[in-house]
């Protein structure tokens, strides 16, 4: 399983960042996508979910309303939309499928 996410970077408040996830090595399209992130000196926090099929979503309350996560599985690619953004969504992105991690992404939001 190799998963790697980019798209991250330095942003102000309210503004927006569009996180893809390459997946590769299983069957992405049979398996749920999550994005976790981790936020320095703090335990990682689970943001959003994905079913296989694209159908179901499900969020972090903090985040509803302003992040959508999406997949596309003729691509093995999931992706995590983040509008509004605040300070406190700085952390490392994952994405992440059946308790595998790749390479994250750092997003910070600041002034």
């Known amino acids: 399983v190799q998963l790697q996410a980019s798209g991250g970077g330095l942003v102000q408040p309210g503004g927006s960042l569009h996180l893809s996830c390459a997946a590769s090595?299983?069957?992405?399209?049979?398996?749920?996508m999550s994005w976790v992130r981790q936020a320095p000196g703090k335990e990682p926090e689970w943001v959003a979910g994905?079913?296989?099929?694209?159908?179901?979503?499900y969020y972090l309350d903090a985040v509803k309303g302003r992040f959508t996560i999406a997949r596309d599985n003729a691509k093995d690619m999931v992706y995590l939309q983040m509008d509004s953004l605040k300070p406190e969504d700085t952390a490392v992105y994952y994405c992440?499928?059946?308790?595998?991690w790749g390479k994250g992404t750092q997003v910070t939001v600041s002034s």
């Open positions: 090595g299983f069957d992405f399209e049979e398996y749920d």
């Open positions: 994905i079913v296989s099929g694209g159908e179901n979503t």
């Open positions: 992440n499928t059946e308790g595998n």
